[in-house]
């Protein structure tokens, strides 16, 4: 069974710090990886996907990398801003096309 | 462009009572997927459609019916509900390899 886990559980940082969010899953037998960014009370918007044979994916200050034969993948935010506080949360897309997400990361950044 | 739309947002249930959650995309999707959302246990899945007429069980389906008659919607029912299922319900809808798209959720309280 696949199992998704995400380090740290919470992190919390001053404005302007670059970070790093990580993903870890048990079976690299995946189609793809997708992460999101959850507020309070609010529903999951798309971040990046990075397809299985890729290894890296960036959109403006977010770089996510992916090692499927590790079973690994990282979320990398630049210069940090107190609008990036939020839970993310990493997924998995297995070959039987259901996702299955890890915990997720609660980040918050100080003004 | 509406994308993944939940109705309704919040609703409160009698034990014993039944009700139906309907999840409408105007993506052209093939793949719907029912989440639900608690403290602690993360994101779950429900069940999951691959085509319009089609559906399957996913992680946790007991106590949950689902009917994907026409392509852009796929209804969840609770037929009884229990204060087990209170929750936060998500919808998500995607291609085969593409990235996901999740509504904004239903909290579904039962008393």
């Known amino acids: 069974k696949q199992e998704v886990t995400q380090i740290p559980a919470a992190l919390s940082v001053p404005e302007g710090e670059n970070l790093v969010l990580n993903c870890s899953f048990t079976?690299?037998?995946?189609?793809?990886l997708q992460w999101f960014r959850q507020d309070p009370g609010k529903g999951l918007t798309s971040l990046l996907l990075?397809?299985?044979?890729?290894r890296e994916q960036t959109s403006g200050r977010l770089n996510a990398s992916l090692d499927k034969s590790s079973g690994r993948s990282t979320l990398y935010i630049a210069a940090s801003q107190p609008g990036d506080s939020a839970t993310y949360l990493c997924?998995?897309?297995?070959?039987?096309?259901?996702?299955?997400f890890g915990p997720g990361t609660r980040l918050s950044v100080l003004p | 462009n509406a994308g993944v739309t939940q109705t309704p947002k919040f609703r409160v249930l009698k034990t014993g009572q039944s009700m139906t959650l309907l999840c409408a995309q105007d993506?052209?999707?093939?793949?719907m997927y029912w989440y639900r959302q608690d403290p602690g246990m993360g994101l779950r899945l429900i069940h999951y459609?691959?085509?319009?007429?089609?559906?399957a069980k996913g992680e946790v389906p007991d106590g949950y019916n689902v009917s994907r008659l026409k392509k852009q919607n796929f209804l969840l029912g609770l037929e009884s509900a229990a204060p087990s299922q209170t929750s936060v319900y998500f919808c998500?809808?995607?291609?085969?390899?593409?990235?996901?798209?999740f509504g904004q959720g239903t909290r579904l309280t039962v008393v």
């Open positions: 459609s691959v085509g319009e007429g089609t559906t």
């Open positions: 997924a998995v897309r297995l070959y039987g096309q259901n996702f299955v």
């Open positions: 998500a809808s995607s291609y085969s390899n593409t990235e996901a798209f």
């Open positions: 990075i397809q299985s044979s890729q």
């Open positions: 079976d690299s037998a995946i189609y793809n």
């Open positions: 993506m052209n999707h093939e793949y």
